[in-house]
């Protein structure tokens, strides 16, 4: 499967009034295109300074960051991004927020509106599209992020804890959602949390990382079928592998690729 994503070598320091701060040491991993990775670790690991960095939001101290083997200098179009906060405009509707993703450059021609129409059905907001953020669940409008993500048609959606701020109901059937549009769109997501089950319940592979400075130490594969059904053995074994490898990054584990500690 080709590369999608190449992360070679990546540090990042920041400066502080205390100080260097160093945010990320010596990362390099490779995502397939049309992989659902996961990226899970403890808070402070550097999960969003690297998921910023894919984005184009930031910039590696050293090393670099390739998509189809072009080096990443700034955003664009071909990555999407869905924040853990909505960070939807309140004075826009559901269907004015979602057609923000287009108006750079702006669009007023008719299948940019059946564009938008497409993603309202796409994310399960009909009947809502002439409705205001405050109007509007928590899960509600974290559909109207990944709609706005998706309005540009990226071949990457990057997402930054996008369900942290939902109760556990609405997230798992967010996480049905998400991966029914997966399915449909093919696009390679890269989905940062700090929850294990979460991560094991969409990933196709599990990137763990330590903290002090932000590491990868471990690369898991998720052999589980989908639907994943969270009490079965294997789930609970891949979420013991991970737990592991968070409270003892020294621990071997057979399935593990990873040679960065």
């Excluded at 009909?126 to 992020?145: C, D, H, I, T, W």
């Excluded at 990457?156 to 609405?170: C, K, N, Q, Y």
Aim: hydrophobic share 35%; aromatic share 4%; glycine share 8%.
């Amino acid at each position: 499967m080709a590369r999608k994503i190449t992360v070679d070598g990546v540090s990042k320091q920041y400066e502080s009034p205390d100080g260097t701060v160093q945010a990320l040491s010596d990362v390099s991993i490779t995502v397939p295109a049309g992989e659902f990775c996961c990226l899970v670790g403890p808070s402070g690991c550097g999960k969003t300074t690297l998921l910023r960095m894919i984005a184009g939001l930031d910039t590696p101290t050293r090393g670099a960051i390739r998509l189809d083997g072009e080096p990443v200098t700034e955003p664009g179009l071909d990555r999407g991004m869905v924040f853990q906060e909505y960070a939807l405009f309140p004075w826009r509707t559901v269907r004015e927020n979602i057609r923000f993703g287009l108006e750079r450059p702006a669009c007023d021609c008719r299948d940019c509106a059946a564009q938008v129409e497409e993603l309202v059905e796409l994310v399960g907001l009909s009947g809502f599209e002439n409705s205001y953020p405050s109007a509007l669940s928590g899960g509600m409008k974290q559909r109207v992020g990944i709609a706005r993500a998706l309005a540009v048609d990226p071949e990457i959606l990057l997402m930054d804890e996008p369900f942290g701020s939902v109760d556990a109901r609405t997230r798992d059937r967010l996480h049905g959602e998400l991966l029914d549009i997966w399915a449909e769109t093919q696009q390679t997501v890269v989905f940062v949390t700090h929850d294990i089950d979460e991560a094991v319940t969409l990933g196709d592979r599990v990137l763990v990382m330590d903290s002090d400075p932000g590491t990868v130490q471990a690369r898991i594969p998720i052999d589980c079928p989908r639907p994943r059904e969270r009490t079965s053995p294997a789930f609970v074994d891949q979420v013991a592998r991970i737990r592991a490898k968070l409270g003892d990054p020294s621990i071997e584990d057979s399935g593990d690729t990873t040679t960065q500690k």
